[in-house]
C-alpha cells in the first residue's frame, strides 16, 4: 500500500513513479494507492497512474485505488479513468481484496440463491 | 409611473440587494462566506441561460411598471463585466455598511416622492406578480408587506415610502424583524432560494424545461436546443434536448452536450468531451476527452454537485480560462497553431520513416516474421524474485 502525495503534479508524478517502479516492476504485483490525502490530480497524476496500472497489468498483477478524497474523485471522473481502477473505500478493503479473490467474486456474480450455489456441480 | 386597480398613478421604485447572505446563514455575512457564491462570485450574478439572474429580476421589476431600480452590492469580489444591467442606479458598498446604505437610498428614494418602495434582496430567484402583490399592500393598508411561498418567507417586500420608521426598523434588523405584524403575501409563481450551486443548476433545468419565465438568449435551433449568435458547432456534435449553448461558444469535434447542459457565451468544450447535466459558466475552456457529469465549471475552477467539492484546477489541459479581449484569444489561437503545425510535421516525418523500416523486403525472401519474438515472454522488464527484492517488498508494505 502506498499514499499518493497532497498534489500530484508533474514533478511529484515523476517522483511517486520512481519511488514505486521497484513494485510495479516485480513479478504479479498486487499494488494499493491511498488516494485520501490526494487535494491536487492533474492530467499528469492520471497518467502516472495509468501508466502504473498498465505496467502492473502487463505482469499479470493488479492496482486498485483506495479511499479516494473528493478532489481526486472528481478528477478521475472528469478523465473517465475511474472506471479502469477497482475503487475501494480503505485501504483494508482494498488490501483484502486481493486475497479473496475468487469465492468473493463468484457470490456477488451467482444468479443462484447461495446454498444453490454451493450444490451446483463444481467444474472440471 | 405605474397605474393600479386603485385608480391612481403610483410612483413604485426598487431596492436590490446584493452580496449578503440570506435565510439559513446570518443576515450579516458576506456572500464570499457562505454557500451564495462560485469563486467569489454571487450566485445571483452568474447568467442563467445567457443573462444573470441579477438581470432577469430588473427586467421583471421594470416591465411590472417599477420606474426605477437601484443596486446596492456589498460583493467584494470583482464582478464580471457583464453583470450590470443597464438602466439601473448601480452603488458598491461595504458589507458591513450595506443596510445603512439601503435605508439611506430608502430615504432618498421616499424624498423623492416614491409611494411604494420594493426591496429585494438576492438572493432568491422568485417569480412573484407584481400587480397582484402592490394590489394586496394597499388593500390590507400594510406598512409592510412581505412575500411568501409555501416553503417560508421570502426576502422580498414592499413598503409604503411614508412608513420610513417601519422601513428603518426593518433594514436594521437585516430583513429580519418588522415593527408592525401585518399579512404577508403569499406568491404562487416559480421560486428559487439559490443558496448552493445545486440551486442554480436546479434554476438552469428548471428554465430549459419551461417551468420558469426565463427565456434562453438565442434561437431554438431544435426542439429544446437553442444556440446563441455566432456559436461555433462542428459537424458531428451532438446536441440532445435540454441543452443551451451561448453566443461565441465552440464546440469542437465529437463533443456530446446532453441532460440540461448549458455553456454560458464564450465557453470552448474541446473535441471528443462529454457535457452532461453541467454548466460552463463564461470564458471557460474544458479540455478534450473529459467527461464532465453534474458539475458547474468556470474561473479554472469546477464544483462538482454529485461529490459537494470544488476544486481549482491548475491543470490548463483540463480546465482553463479563455481571454475575455478578442486580440487575446487570437492571439493564442495564433500560438497554438504556431505550435501545431510544426509538431504535426516532424510527426509525419518520423512517423512514416519507422513504418519503412519496419516493412519486408520482398527481394530478400524473408518474411520478416520472427518466431523468438512471439516466443519471447511478455514480461521481460521482470525482475527476479531475489531475496533482496523481496525484502525491499516488505519494508514498503510495511510504510
Known amino acids: 500500500m502506498k499514499r499518493m502525495p497532497e498534489r500530484v503534479n508533474r514533478h511529484e508524478a515523476q517522483r511517486f513513479f520512481a519511488d514505486v517502479q521497484p513494485f510495479v516492476t516485480s513479478d504479479r504485483p498486487q499494488l494499493v494507492f491511498d488516494l485520501s490525502q490526494v487535494k491536487q ?4 497524476g492520471v497518467e502516472m497512474l495509468l501508466r502504473c496500472v498498465a505496467e502492473v497489468m502487463k505482469r499479470d498483477g493488479d492496482l486498485k485505488l483506495a479511499s479516494p478524497s473528493r478532489q481526486a474523485s472528481m478528477v478521475l471522473e472528469l478523465t473517465r479513468t475511474d472506471r479502469l481502477f477497482e475503487i475501494y473505500a480503505n485501504s483494508t478493503e482494498a488490501a483484502r481484496s486481493f486475497s479473496g479473490f475468487l469465492p468473493n467474486a463468484m457470490q456477488s456474480i451467482s444468479p443462484y440463491p447461495k446454498r444453490a450455489a454451493e450444490e451446483l456441480p463444481m467444474a472440471a | 409611473m405605474r397605474y393600479c386597480a386603485a385608480v391612481a398613478a403610483m410612483d413604485v421604485r426598487a431596492i436590490v440587494l446584493l452580496g449578503l447572505a440570506g435565510e439559513g446563514n446570518d443576515r450579516a455575512t458576506p456572500v464570499l462566506d457562505s454557500s451564495e457564491n462560485f469563486a467569489g462570485t454571487p450566485l445571483a450574478v452568474l447568467p442563467v ?25 456589498a460583493a467584494r469580489a470583482p464582478l464580471v463585466d457583464d453583470c450590470y444591467p443597464p438602466g439601473v442606479k448601480w452603488q458598491n458598498v461595504a458589507d458591513t455598511q450595506l443596510w445603512r446604505a439601503s435605508e439611506e437610498e430608502f430615504d432618498h428614494l421616499a424624498h423623492d416622492g416614491a409611494e411604494l418602495v420594493l426591496v429585494v434582496r438576492l438572493g432568491a430567484y422568485a417569480e412573484v406578480e407584481i400587480d397582484p402583490l402592490l394590489q394586496f ?4 393598508r400594510n406598512h409592510i408587506t412581505q412575500v411568501v411561498d409555501a416553503d ?44 448552493t450551486l445545486a440551486d442554480l443548476r436546479r434554476l438552469t433545468l428548471d428554465s430549459l424545461l419551461q417551468k420558469t419565465s426565463i427565456q434562453p438568449q438565442g434561437e431554438q435551433f431544435r426542439p429544446g436546443v437553442w444556440v446563441g449568435q455566432a456559436a461555433k458547432i462542428e459537424g458531428d456534435v451532438r446536441l440532445v434536448a435540454p441543452c443551451y449553448i451561448g453566443p461565441f461558444t465552440r464546440v469542437r469535434s465529437g463533443s456530446l452536450i ?7 457565451h464564450h465557453s470552448v468544450v474541446d473535441c471528443g468531451t462529454v457535457v452532461e447535466a453541467s454548466t460552463l459558466l463564461p470564458f471557460s475552456y474544458l479540455g478534450a476527452g473529459l467527461d464532465l457529469v453534474h458539475s458547474i465549471v468556470g474561473s479554472n475552477r469546477i464544483a462538482s454537485l454529485k461529490h459537494a467539492a470544488e476544486l481549482e484546477m491548475e ?30 510535421m516532424f510527426a509525419k516525418l518520423f512517423g512514416e520513416r519507422k513504418i519503412k523500416e ?12 520472427d518466431p523468438r519474438a512471439v516466443a519471447r515472454p511478455v514480461t521481460q522488464e521482470r525482475q527476479p524474485l531475489t531475496p533482496s527484492v523481496v525484502t525491499r517488498m516488505r519494508e514498503y508494505g510495511n510504510q
Open chain 2, 152 to 195: 417560508g418567507p421570502l426576502d422580498f417586500f414592499v413598503l409604503s415610502g411614508s412608513r420610513r420608521n417601519d422601513a428603518a426598523f426593518l433594514l436594521r434588523n437585516k430583513l429580519g424583524k418588522v415593527r408592525v405584524q401585518s399579512r404577508s403575501f403569499v406568491t404562487s409563481g416559480y421560486v428559487n432560494r439559490l443558496q
Open chain 2, 358 to 369: 519496419t516493412r519486408p523486403c520482398p527481394e530478400s525472401g524473408e518474411s520478416g516474421f
Open chain 2, 315 to 344: 491543470d490548463k489541459t483540463l480546465v482553463s480560462v479563455v481571454p475575455a479581449s478578442s486580440f487575446w484569444r487570437t492571439v493564442r489561437d495564433a500560438s497554438r497553431l504556431v505550435s501545431f503545425v510544426p509538431h504535426q
Open chain 2, 258 to 264: 446532453t441532460r440540461g447542459s448549458s455553456l454560458e
Open chain 2, 137 to 140: 399592500h394597499l388593500d390590507q
Open chain 2, 49 to 73: 441561460l445567457g443573462q444573470p439572474v441579477l438581470h432577469r429580476v430588473v427586467d421583471r421589476l421594470k416591465c411590472a411598471g417599477v420606474d426605477s431600480v437601484s443596486v446596492l452590492s
Open chain 1, 41 to 44: 490530480l492533474d492530467a499528469a
